[in-house]
Structure formats: structure tokens, C-alpha cells
């Protein structure tokens, strides 16, 4: 079964810190967890989590700060 969301108001971007960033990073590195379920736990878009996950590879938690 497909799960289909409507938005029928504008909705304001979610910001968030580079300590959050950080942390949900973090549970998509615990055993039995996944980008997508964690993603998906906090309404975060897969891909943008997917991003924070290699600026941190690369770069830290420096690398998520300074990243929208």
C-alpha cells in the first residue's frame, strides 16, 4: 500500500542545526537502521539526510554547520 500525503497549506522550511544534523547522521549508523527509516521517522527528505551523511564523511560536523 502507497502512503500519499497532500499539503493543502504552505508550509516553512525546517531548519536545522548542525547538532541535529548530526545526531540523525548518528541513527542512520546504528545496527538495523537506515537512511530511509530514520528519514522517514522525522519527515526528513532521504536525500538531504543522505547528504548530511557524506558532508560528514568528509568533513565532520563542521561540514553540516555550514550546510542548509
Known sequence: ME???VI???Q???R???QEKAQFVAMTMQPGSSVPSVARQYGISPRLLFKWKRLMQDGGVT???TNA
Request: glycine share 6%; proline share 0%; net charge positive.
Open 3 to 5: 502512503r500519499i500525503e
Open 8 to 10: 493543502t497549506s504552505v
Open 12 to 14: 516553512r522550511r525546517r
Open 16 to 18: 536545522y542545526s548542525g
Open 63 to 65: 561540514a553540516v554547520e
